[in-house]
């Protein structure tokens, strides 16, 4: 029976004359292992994130509509949908995570706050009770040309003054009430019920004797001046024919174009200066 060769040394074929088999590549089943693990690993990734995306793409069973109604019945409360009664769900424990509140937080007192109430409506008048009357407007009347001299009631007559007094400033303030005759312009009454008339072409202060020439002497319609601000008083009888001082006097001239004419007419209405 003939002696088998023992194996020589690898790094001595050929002393023995053995040689290494050349055919197959070293280390080629361990590779063939490590491949077939990889893709065996591979496969049952995704072998479980298929069932994963399954699992979840299958539609949640609807909730049992009379656990949902009972708030103490059993299950998990969804914080996700709000109510549709309008019942306030009891206080639970929960995680601070699960206490978000799906709907804004309403402000202190925005729903328990009544509507603002009506404003209070004008009493009714009764039968026999008088209106109240409206305010009546005082006004000074200042020249443009002397802005520190005003109508005065000086005697019977109205000058152009300067106001130095309280009773001076009280002779210079009158009240604008509707034209006499127009009731589309003037008439100026004093703080003593006389009114301010033309006779003669100059004004001056006078009691109403109730007359058709009164009421027209006593009416002045305004006009629109040259000057910015200010405005001419024609005479509602006399058209054409405009207050104007005159040596401090007022008077009522025939328009003129002159431009110390239109200085001497302007005037302005200011607030009263008693």
Not at 58 to 64: K, R
Not at 126 to 136: R, V
Not at 175 to 189: E, I, M, N, T
Request: a neutral charge.
């Amino acid at each position: 029976m003939p002696r088998s060769k023992s194996r020589p040394a690898q790094n001595q074929p050929w002393e023995s004359g053995w040689t290494p088999d050349a055919s197959r590549v070293p280390g080629t089943r361990r590779l063939w292992l490590a491949g077939a693990l990889a893709i065996a690993t591979v496969a049952a990734c995704v072998t479980a994130i298929v069932m994963t995306e399954h699992q979840s793409d299958s539609p949640s069973p609807a909730p049992d509509p009379a656990a949902a109604a009972d708030p103490s019945g059993p299950g998990l409360i969804s914080y996700a949908t709000p109510s549709t009664t309008g019942a306030s769900t009891p206080a639970q424990k929960s995680s601070p995570s699960a206490r978000t509140s799906t709907s804004a937080p309403e402000p202190q007192g925005s729903a328990s706050a009544s509507p603002p109430a009506d404003p209070p409506k004008s009493p009714t008048p009764q039968p026999g009770s008088s209106s109240p009357k409206p305010a009546t407007t005082w006004r000074s009347v200042s020249s443009v040309n002397y802005p520190d001299r005003y109508w005065h009631v000086s005697g019977s007559y109205v000058r152009l003054d300067p106001i130095n007094s309280a009773s001076a400033r009280e002779d210079a303030t009158f009240k604008l009430v509707k034209g006499l005759a127009d009731a589309s312009c003037y008439s100026f009454a004093t703080t003593d019920g006389t009114y301010l008339r033309h006779r003669e072409f100059v004004l001056r202060s006078e009691r109403d004797d109730g007359s058709s020439l009164f009421e027209q002497d006593a009416t002045f319609c305004p006009k629109t001046s040259s000057v910015s601000g200010a405005i001419m008083l024609e005479s509602v009888n006399y058209p054409g024919r405009f207050l104007r001082h005159q040596d401090f006097k007022l008077r009522l001239d025939p328009y003129q174009y002159s431009g110390q004419y239109q200085a001497d007419s302007a005037f302005r209405l200011v607030g009263g200066l008693a």
